[in-house]
């Protein structure tokens, strides 16, 4: 069962141009952490967010978590080649104060073209 | 602090061969995860650690499977009687003591090829 779905899977766009990435699901999360995979690599962390309604902006992105924590969004202003890569949104759902696992979306496979 | 470690980067064995992977956290991380990832996926949780004690296991860790963190620091992951559709990348990541959040940091990974 897939419970984060990404859209859209594959994004082609020019440089300078904006772009949004989203991660939605049927399931709340407590938190939820966006990385950005180079191939042959691990994901890199570019933000958790934690509390409903939530933005946080890192230079040109701007990440937002869903009032219900059940999706969250990347906004990509202005994209540049270097942004080239996968992204991939993860939920986590804790019990009873334990850490578990993350789950993954399939991810957005992301290409700025110069 | 130079983050999650894993070795090796690659490895290319032959179905029938056992594989033995190692990850070292972030220093002072006491929680250690393995996720596996295939091509055109997320990655996929397998197992996790709380210091050296092993908390969760997830139904794709099949008995070929069997991850260690003897004295809680690094991890090490079996892999036994290797078959071609364990040809994946797997992926160690740690997260800190007392975190408020989930924030997991992931190393570089392992890449597996069985032939």
């Known amino acids: 069962t897939q419970l984060l779905e990404q859209s859209p899977q594959f994004l082609s766009i020019q440089e300078g141009e904006n772009l949004t990435v989203y991660c939605n699901s049927s399931?709340?999360?407590?938190?939820l952490q966006w990385y950005r995979q180079e191939p042959g690599e691990g994901p890199v962390l570019l933000v958790t967010?934690?509390?409903?309604?939530e933005v946080k902006k890192l230079k040109r992105l701007t990440f937002q978590f869903g009032d219900a924590r059940k999706d969250s969004s990347l906004h990509i202003t202005a994209a540049q080649p270097g942004d080239t890569g996968l992204y991939l949104c993860?939920?986590?759902?804790?019990?009873?104060?334990?850490?578990?696992?993350?789950?993954f979306g399939k991810g957005t496979k992301l290409s700025v073209k110069p | 602090d130079t983050g999650v470690s894993q070795d090796p980067r690659h490895k290319i064995t032959k179905r029938g061969q056992n594989v033995t992977f190692r990850c070292d956290p972030i220093?002072?991380?006491?929680?250690l995860y393995w996720y596996r990832q295939t091509l055109g996926q997320g990655p996929e949780f397998l197992t996790y650690?709380?210091?050296?004690?092993?908390?969760?296991k997830s139904r794709l860790l099949s008995d070929r499977f069997s991850a260690e963190r003897p004295k809680g620091s690094f991890s090490t992951l079996e892999i036994q009687r290797t078959e071609q559709g364990d040809s994946a990348m797997y992926l160690c990541?740690?997260?800190?003591?007392?975190?408020?959040?989930?924030?997991?940091?992931f190393g570089p990974g392992t890449r597996l090829t069985v032939l």
């Open positions: 650690f709380q210091n050296e004690a092993q908390l969760e």
């Open positions: 990541a740690s997260s800190p003591k007392g975190a408020i959040s989930d924030t997991q940091y």
């Open positions: 993860a939920g986590a759902q804790n019990y009873g104060g334990s850490q578990g696992n993350l789950i």
């Open positions: 967010v934690v509390t409903g309604g």
């Open positions: 399931s709340v999360f407590s938190s």
């Open positions: 220093s002072e991380h006491n929680r």
